[in-house]
């Protein structure tokens, strides 16, 4: 099972993370999340030039079509994730250049596959994440997108027929590992192709305990 670190702001960390085994960086272009990437200053001519043996993931929240294609240039980004209200239309646009992940953020009454069925055409992969409704400070502040911790209900997805690869996200944290191999037994785990992992890993937001990273990855691969 591949594993997708994301929200990641320092280069030292970034440099580390294919030793533990990581296969996705995830960097958030969101400016209102506390996990932006360049909160900490890590620049697009830094992590271009870093030429590692992962994948370099630029996520971002209903951003316009050039910022992404200026975004992906700077950084030297082999995927996009898509985490916003984003149509087929302008996944399309993007993904005539680059791999696109289009992320689903789920509520409880959210009908899984109704919300999926237009996209499949038009994107490489999908996300599934938690979309518990934000608090009153969250809507303020922005800060609902990019690392939320929230946890994500996996048993809506089982016995589910995704027929497209997946991320598996949602508040996953360091003793999930059992627990995601227990769900990578069902059937609807045929087609999930990583794990994504972020705020549930921080010693503070945007700086990862790597030590955690390490042993959990340990677990799930083990």
């Known amino acids: ?22 296969n996705y960086a995830g960097f958030i272009f969101y400016a209102p999340s506390p996990r932006f990437v360049e909160r900490f200053g890590l620049s697009g001519p830094v992590v271009k030039k870093a030429k590692l043996p992962l994948y370099k993931v630029g996520v971002f929240v209903d951003a316009s079509y ?4 200026r975004r992906i240039d700077e950084y030297g980004l082999d995927m996009v994730q898509l985490h916003g209200h984003e149509t087929p239309y302008e996944c399309q646009k993007i993904a005539a250049h680059i791999d696109v992940i289009k992320a689903f953020r789920f509520s409880e009454n959210d009908h899984v596959q109704w919300t999926i069925k237009d996209y499949y055409a038009d994107t490489d992969a999908f996300l599934f994440d938690t979309g518990v409704p934000a ?23 089982k016995g ?13 944290e360091p003793t999930d590992a059992p627990t995601v ?20 890993f921080e010693t503070s937001p945007g700086v990862k305990d790597m030590e955690e990273v ?4 340990k677990e799930l691969k083990g």
Not at 66 to 69: D, F, I, S, Y
Not at 214 to 217: H, V
């Open 1 to 22: 099972m591949k594993v997708k670190v994301c929200g990641i702001t320092q280069l030292a960390q970034l440099n580390t993370l294919p030793e533990l085994g990581v």
């Open 66 to 69: 050039e910022q992404v294609m």
């Open 135 to 157: 608090t009153k400070k969250e809507r303020q502040d922005k800060t609902v997108y990019g690392g939320t911790g929230r946890k994500f209900n996996w048993n809506r997805l």
């Open 160 to 172: 589910l027929e995704i027929r497209k690869p997946f991320f598996l996200s949602g508040g996953i």
């Open 181 to 200: 191999k227990e769900f990578m037994k069902d059937s609807v785990a045929a087609d999930m192709m990583a794990v994504d992992i972020n705020s549930r």
């Open 214 to 217: 390490a042993a959990f990855i």
